[in-house]
């Protein structure tokens, strides 16, 4: 029985597609770190490069991370959009996991 089980986890893996950044379009990779939202990713170079930056659209644009429309987009991509608050939220994200991963002295 347990044969069987690792035979359909090898033939799942198979069929699995790579994580990617929704916005940039590159795989997770060891040096690149992806914050998820609903069904779209975005990794920490695009959450830098969207931090600051204050873009104009129409105001059916949401944010694809927490939806709403009312948000400041800061970064739009031709798949995702982000919010200051999300951006803001995912760089707090990533500073805690940086914390966690430094060894305590």
Do not use: K
């Not at 994580?19 to 779209?40: E, K, N, T, Y």
Request: charged share 25%; hydrophobic share 40%; proline share 4%.
């Amino acid at each position: 029985m347990a044969a069987i089980a690792e035979r359909v986890r090898r033939l799942a893996r198979r069929f699995q597609r790579p994580v990617r950044c929704s916005a940039c379009h590159l795989p997770r990779s060891a040096g690149r770190r992806l914050i998820s939202g609903p069904g779209v990713y975005i990794c920490e170079a695009c959450i830098a490069a969207a931090a600051g930056l204050i873009v104009a659209v129409d105001a059916t644009t949401r944010c694809s991370f927490c939806g709403h429309r009312d948000a400041s987009i800061v970064g739009t991509w031709s798949d995702v959009a982000i919010c200051a608050r999300c951006v803001e939220l995912s760089r707090t994200v990533l500073a805690e996991d940086d914390r966690r991963s430094r060894p305590t002295t």
